[in-house]
């Protein structure tokens, strides 16, 4: 039980990982690729924000006395997950709109039937 | 004293600012790039003395290395600002008649971002810097390839695209398992913290930067989206993602190896990657109809050679993988602009589309056929001290593996020059079927400045190839050196 | 005067050649002229010099260097007078056809590189100088386009895997021995092990046979030569081919040196004896092959292939009387088959194309002084005496008879056996028999077509009587060698073992032929026979009803055409079939699907972890 408690969030971010990846592998839908995509983004934030998760910590704001150093959050993870939110927005937007568009030209989503570019 | 942070910050201002000159007028939005391009170009020439005695580093926010975040311009991160540079302001120019859609902000605007993603990659000493730069250039890139909006550019944008969202989840969660075991985002840091690639924590982030670096630079078997994106994008971008894009994607992958992890256990491996690539990438190339898939496949087989010549990992080797690196940056991308404004002109990507075309645009046809010539490697042109030294790095070697492979090269070379001699005598030597617009038509000056300038660098530089050769030799080192690059970022 | 600048004219003239011809193109062709002249002449002026320089450094460490000596004098001066007679004839024969300025200027190039070529003294630049011929020439070999783009595209990539592959075998020479300059290459591998040595000339000899068409590499050359321009066959025939040949001779002579070639491996096995057979091979069956051709250029150009294997006999054979043979037969080749080249040429101006032996025949009347180039320059081909080809001939099978390989001397004169044949079909089925209705109205040919002709006839003869001037050239280089001279005098040769003396048999001939003149002259006169006074079954045969030339040697052709298939062709092109089919099907990986794309990322991610978890190999 207690490793459970202590590796819960790294389970939690590869398990997201992994179910993005199955989605992507598996299904045909665009959007639910894209959707894929987005949880395996989402998977990777999470288990960044692990690494610099600290039980019980506060932030990293040397304001009260007497704080440790071990007894804060490193907030460097936190500025990489903001970015890299910011990253996977900002493709998820650029797929949706793509995704869009390849609708009105080929009047489907399936991956599978849309083969033209081969060889 | 010029400062490498201006090679990023001005092109990244001046695409935020492209709309707002849109209101002014519409005819100054085409000359920004064409301005801020023309800016790195000065400045990345002004810094290159200065880099090659000494590399320079620039602390952003004045924190020191290893907290914050570093640009370091070495030989190597300037040899390739030049060329991004270069190229970028040669296309900028091409781009001036080339694009006509209504969309001309959004294209300016992101073929600057494209860019300035490049350059920061290429210069940043922080790995997650380099994600976020790398991410710029890829998303960039997806939206350009789409930039047409028909059928098939908007099918090969999607298929980019999940490829390469993927490609950078993988970097990333490298990023994220390298940042929990050291603490630590600096490459150099890293790098003094790594000895061994030997267990698999430290492996796997190696395999995954690899793996999604492979993505981009187009490696066997991760470069399925190459041919369909290069042949649909239009052509200047199709210029600068073969010319830039993959070869930005294959330094992103050797900086990782050599600086990051030291990796020499694995290069053999790579090598044999590269082979491989280059084979697959020519016998496709030799089937194609399609002139822009052919060139793309064409580039596949060029990142395999180069990757073949870098992962020999000596100084010959490094220095003739650059050197070819360059070679094909300056070859591929004439290619690409000669065939895209023939295909401009004929409607057609059809290798018989182009019959007839040395009489109707013998210009841009000699253009074609020199570039042809030079990524076949024959002399006098650039591509031939390239061969010339990748074949003298391997058999430097003097072991039988090096001597087998270099045959396999050799044999795709022999390929290789089958399709692009098809193309040159479709280009000569057989007439045009419909004869109506037989009449000869000149391209615009904007079209064939660009050309006759990267032609006459294949020239001279193939001719004269001193003029590289040191900044190449100097890079060679920095890579090979992992030491003294740590030093030098971290004293 | 310095090697570089006549290089730089060489250069210079053929691009200044392509701008002139946007301005006037009579000026351009006088241009092209002066320079080919010009290039004949200073080339020329480097007899018996021998004068070494470094002309550039900036190439990768490289250092080239320029040299002269008369080795490459005897090729250069062959280059540069084979070239100027080229240009010569071009001037009327591509006068009406399109892109004029591209030809000449290409024409300059190759001739230009060529002579680069022989005058580089380092490998490095004569390996630039090597490629700019190839794709020089292929550019020019497409000229005529229809078929001659199949050529072209033969040519260009057998050349490029031959010019690959000895890129190998410069690369390692340097590797080995740090330099790449004659002057300091030779000698150096007479410590070298035998089986590096065999390596280096298994390399050299795929780039210098598929340019020189050494048997199973030969496929390229029928093609090419038969539909390139006519001037640029004889230039390919004479010259171009011939720079396999210098390759040869360099690597045998200059970089490896005889002695160690002589004493590569054991008797039957040795290097020289196997290449010796590979000449005889290439004798052999182009001479056949040549006669089942029907096509004249074609005919040329198989026989081109079995001239060229005398060439290679006589210098593989190694010994001083055959090496002189064989570089004696390389000058005369030279002379007569690009002769033969520009009597065919001529033919074929004047019958708007028609190469076909079976439609031509009788145009003896019409063009009398192509007649006589032709019936000389078969005489050069055969061997006559009084002509240069008996001399060189007679030099390669004394030394074979001599050093006991009669069966190599044999096959050789097997082969002179099938020339006569294939020659005298060419020379019939164009200049005698019936004149075909069609061709009544033809002229002869223009002054332009006529001066090389008569020029290239001349030398013929002048060389046959005289064969000292060349031989004593040969003789020279052949000491340059370290070999052992011949004994060399103006008429021929003066030896112990054999003596040959062209004044003898000339005198010998001119006296018979004064006897053979006076008999006709004493004699009753003999009736002259009109071309078609012909009769059969007791009446006259109506014009166009009756031609000799059709179907030459039909019973021979039909005996011995099974045997002489050309399966060496046949393979090349499924090997090509091959790899094209072997393209098609890995492109096959690129389903379109981007859930495939997706599993080969992951399973190259997943297949580089599990390597390194279950074997740990990085």
Sequence with gaps: ?119 | ?491 | MNLIILLAIAFGGALITYFLGKISQKIRDIFAVFISLALAVIAACFYNVSSREIYYTGFLDFPFVLRVNTFSWFFAVTIAVIGLFSIIFSLNYIRKRGNTDFYYSMMLLVIASMIGIVLSGDLVSFYIFWEIMSWSTFLLISYNRGPAISAGMKYIIMSVTGSVVMLVGIVSLYLHYDTLVYTELSGLLNNASSGYILFIIILFFIAFGVKNAIWPLHVWLPPAHSEAPSPFSSVLSGILIKIGTYGIILLIFVIIQINVFLNLGEGILSVRYIISIIGVITILIPTFIALLQDDAKRLLAWSTIAQAGYIILGIAYGTSESVAGGMFHFFNHAIFKSLLFMVVGAVEYRTNGVRDLNSLGGLIKKMPVTFIGGLIGICGLIGVPLTNGFVSKWLIYKTLILNNSPFLAFAALLGTWGTILYSYKLIHNMFLGQLPEKYEKIKKAPFSMQLPIVILSLAIIFFGIIPGLPLHVINSIESGFGMEPLTINIWGIASDTGTINMLNIFTAVLVIGIMVWLIFKVSKKSTVIGQYDNYAAGTTVPKDKYNYSVNFYDPLCRMISPYLKDFIDDFYMSLARSIKNTGNGIRRIYTGDVGHYVIYIILFLALLIFIQINWELW
């Design chain 1, 1 to 119: 039980m207690t490793f459970l408690s202590e590796y819960i969030y790294y389970i939690g971010a590869f398990g997201l990982i992994f179910i993005g990846l199955y989605i992507v592998l598996v299904k045909k839908n665009l959007i639910k690729v894209i959707i894929g995509l987005s949880i395996i983004d989402t998977g990777i934030n999470l288990f960044l924000i692990t690494i610099g998760y600290i039980r019980d910590g506060t932030a990293p704001v040397f304001s009260k006395p007497g704080l440790k150093a071990n007894e804060m959050v490193d907030p460097v993870p936190q500025a990489l997950v903001l970015t890299a939110i910011v990253i996977g927005v900002a493709i998820l937007a650029l797929a949706i709109s793509l995704a869009v568009k390849l609708y009105k030209h080929h009047g489907t989503l399936n991956l599978r039937k849309i083969n033209e570019q081969k060889w």
């Design chain 2, 1 to 491: 004293m010029v400062n490498p942070v201006l090679l990023i910050v001005i092109p990244l201002g001046l695409a935020f600012v492209v709309p707002f000159f849109g209101f002014i007028s519409k005819k100054i939005e085409k000359f920004i790039p064409f301005v801020a391009l023309f800016f790195n170009l000065i400045v990345s020439l002004r810094l290159f003395p200065r880099v090659l005695e000494q590399p320079v580093h620039v602390s952003i926010g004045g924190f020191v290395p290893p907290f914050g975040i570093n640009l370091v311009a070495g030989p190597i991160g300037i040899l390739f600002t030049v060329l991004i540079a270069l190229v970028g302001f040669l296309v900028s120019i091409y781009a001036f008649d080339y694009i006509k859609e209504k969309d001309q902000e959004k294209y300016h605007i992101l073929y600057l971002l494209l860019l300035t993603g490049a350059t920061g990659v290429v210069l940043t000493g922080d790995i997650f810097n380099l994600f976020v730069f790398f991410e710029i250039l890829c998303i960039s890139s997806y939206s350009l390839v789409a930039y047409f909006g028909d059928k098939t550019s908007i099918e090969s944008a999607v298929k980019y695209l999940i490829q390469g969202a993927l490609g950078s989840c993988l970097i990333l969660m490298g990023i994220g398992l390298l940042y929990g075991q050291f603490g630590t985002l600096n490459m150099a840091d890293l790098a003094g913290n790594i000895k061994s690639v030997h267990s698999v924590s430290i492996f796997v982030p190696l395999v995954l930067f690899i793996t999604g670096f492979g993505v981009e630079a187009a490696i066997f078997p991760l470069n399925a989206w190459l041919p369909d994106a290069h042949s649909s994008a239009p052509s200047s971008i199709s210029a600068v993602l073969s010319g830039i894009a993959i070869e930005v994607g294959l330094y992103a992958m050797i900086r990782v190896v050599f600086t990051l992890f030291g990796a020499s256990s694995i290069l053999t491996f790579l090598m044999l990657l590269g082979v491989i690539t280059l084979l697959i990438g020519e016998l496709c190339a030799f089937c194609q109809e399609n002139i822009k898939r052919m060139l793309a496949y064409s580039s596949i087989g060029q990142i395999g050679l180069m990757l073949f010549a870098l992962s020999i990992a000596s100084s010959y080797g490094i220095t003739g993988g650059l050197f070819q690196l360059v070679s094909h940056t300056l070859g591929k991308s004439l290619l690409f602009l000669a065939a895209g404004y023939m295909i401009y002109r004929s409607g057609s990507m059809n290798i018989s589309s182009f019959e007839g075309m040395g009489k109707r645009m013998p210009y841009t046809a000699l253009a074609f056929t020199i570039g042809a010539f030079s990524i076949v490697g024959l002399p006098p042109f650039i591509g031939f001290p390239g061969k010339l030294m990748i074949v003298k790095a391997a058999l430097f070697e003097q072991e039988m593996l090096y001597t087998v492979l270099i045959f396999f090269i050799l044999l795709a070379t022999v390929i290789e020059g089958a399709y692009y001699f098809r193309v040159v005598q479709a280009l000569y030597f057989k007439e045009e079927k419909n004869t109506q617009n037989q009449k000869r038509e000149i391209a615009p000056l904007s079209i064939l400045i660009p050309i006759f300038i990267l032609t006459g660098f294949i020239v001279v530089i193939g001719i004269y190839p001193k003029l590289i050769t040191d900044v190449l030799v100097s890079s060679a080192s920095e890579l090979l050196n992992r030491a003294d690059y740590i030093k030098s970022v971290m004293p």
